[in-house]
């Protein structure tokens, strides 16, 4: 893995578990690097500078969207989607787990996952034979919360750890709108949770919608609050974009990785959006 990918997702990692976005000045000399030299290869890398980064993780890139009138997704549904999106549902297909499966909460079911450095941070997968179960990032620089999380809502599975390397490189891949094949995901939901992640999948690259947009888009307007459950349960961020969803003030949180890195996500995809 190239050292500087591996400097740049720790320095991302890092960025969002400040309260206060660091200087350049800063993160270059927590790295060990020349601050000119550190710009150039994290915006080489990033496509943006640190600064411009940090600026991604204010609210107002997502707010700007929405005044925009780029992020409901009756506009998504009308322009056809795949057009705009980047990610969507015929780069996935979902190996849903069985119910029995399930209820015993993952009872001999081997998972295998790994961490490997993006352009996000660190990013975390976990995998059965069927197909990825399980997504996340660390959280406040720490890989042992996420792989709780995971433990947790697996309890009675067996876990290895693993090399995920090509899983990740595919999920990014996906994740930037690159034809890479199809991904198998193996999990499962409710009827409700299955409709709305569906929804999900509808949200272009760069945009961002609201609950009540993925109610009414779902035919029960009157479901937010239920909706907003079944965002919050999805296992697999990133891939089932739950983070392009935010409240109808444009005030960016509930996101299980935290509010930082969803500001940083939509930010990233917003200026790859307008630099294609």
């Known amino acids: ?99 029995g499966t399930v209820k015993n909460r993952g009872h001999g079911i081997a998972i295998t996952y790994g961490f490997a450095p993006t352009l996000l941070g660190e990013l975390m997968v976990a995998k059965t034979d069927r197909g990825i179960c399980w997504l996340g990032f660390q959280v406040d620089e720490s890989r042992e919360i996420a792989t709780q999380r995971m433990k947790d809502y697996w309890p009675k599975a067996i876990f290895i750890e693993g090399d995920v390397g090509h899983e990740i490189e595919k999920i990014e891949a996906i994740w930037l709108g690159l034809n890479s094949g199809r991904l198998s995901l193996d999990i499962y939901g409710t009827n409700m949770q299955l409709q709305v992640w569906q929804a999900l999948l509808q949200i272009p690259f760069g945009t961002v919608t609201y609950y009540s947009a993925i109610a009414r888009s779902i035919g029960k307007p009157k479901a937010a609050r239920a909706v907003g459950n079944a965002v919050g349960a999805n296992p697999i961020s990133l891939l089932i974009p739950c983070h392009r969803v935010i409240q109808s003030t444009g005030i960016i949180n509930n996101y299980g990785w935290g509010s930082p890195r969803k500001k940083i996500i939509l930010g990233l995809e917003g200026n790859l959006l307008n630099s294609t």
């Open 1 to 99: 893995m190239n050292s500087n990918i591996e400097t740049i997702a720790q320095a991302i990692d890092w960025i969002v578990s400040q309260e206060t976005p660091p200087s350049l000045d800063n993160l270059a000399a927590r790295y060990r690097y020349e601050p000119t030299y550190f710009q150039k290869i994290f915006k080489n890398h990033v496509g943006v500078s640190p600064k411009q980064f940090t600026h991604y993780m204010t609210y107002r890139r997502a707010r700007d969207l929405l005044l925009q009138n780029h992020s409901t997704l009756e506009a998504a549904y009308e322009s056809g989607l795949s057009g705009q999106g980047r990610l969507h549902d015929l780069f996935l297909k979902i190996e849903s787990m069985t119910p």
